[in-house]
């Protein structure tokens, strides 16, 4: 695609059509700015057109309001058999097809990301990465995993650096099953200097029975290196003459944590996400219930200071956060 054809595309979307085309060659605008439901109806309709290229059998295939039909067999056809080698270029050519139809379905859903987007990092993607990102991708056919991909690429565009070629190793053979699991687990992540972790669950009713956190899952986790494998501390600093603050941040709201001074050492019991979990975290979409914060309150005791929550307006890229008015977490769990 030359540069003048990127004309009316938004930056973000101009950036990721550099990037798939380092990584995978040539990708058409019309294709970028194909609606969703544009872009199922003519997904199908190159299903068919692949299938009667490249079965012969087939008498034909028709594809008309996003429905595909199929005509019976012609008898005719079924009596002269292939050689090896069409067959062989009938899987080769079949393969490459699907190949080439997961990379553009995962492409539409980054670009579906990146829309709302004004802008994004100047900074290029890694061509080490991008090819890594593309080879894994070509195989994920599932619809659920290629969303993931799809905001995979999207968040290394909007943000180079993001995701590891680690992360893309894992990813790479984590099931639905297992990325279900992560979510369920990460949709209870908690963030505070720099680490990731949520609340141990041994023993506590609310995680245990409300949020079915199961042990068997935290071992898969710990299995797939997204968990650390040994029961950790949170730790937060006794304080002398001075009060502290600490701020925690669950999902899209921010708990702040004013330790009093002369407040002794506290610690939580949690389990901490890997670096590769950390990452990761970046696809899980949560607002937590007032049920987990009042649990991580209780855990914080207000005798150490107060606790408050409020909702996250906006991130700044230096680390501040932009929220709504504090108000008081209730200890009391209802």
Known sequence: MEIKDLAGLSDPLKKLIEVVSTGVGALSKPYLIRKTADAKAYEIEKIAQAI??????????????????????????????????????????????????????????????????????????????????????????????????????????????????????????????EAEVFIKFGSLAIQSGGIAFLLNFKNEKLLEEEYQLKFNERLLLEELGLLAANDLQYTILKTDNASRQVVFKIGRAVVIHEKLKEKPEQQLQVLVFTKIGHELLQLVSNSPKKEYLQLLATKLNRNNGTVKYASIIEELSNGQIRHTPLIDVPLERG
């Open 52 to 177: 009667k290229d490249n079965q012969n059998d087939l008498k034909s295939i028709g594809f008309k309001e996003e429905k595909l039909s199929l005509m019976s067999l012609d008898d005719n056809s079924l009596k002269s058999e292939l050689s090896l080698e069409d067959r062989a270029q009938q899987r080769i050519e079949f393969k490459e097809q699907k190949q080439q139809r997961n990379i553009e379905s995962i492409t539409q859903k980054a670009a579906e990301s990146l829309e709302p987007e004004n802008s994004v990092s100047d900074e290029p993607v890694d061509e080490d990465w991008t090819s890594r990102f593309f080879n894994y991708a070509e195989d994920i056919s599932s619809e659920e995993m290629q969303g993931l991909w799809g905001r995979i690429l999207a968040g290394e565009i909007k943000k180079p650096k993001s995701y590891s070629l680690r992360t893309l190793d894992i990813l790479r053979n984590l099931s639905t099953e």
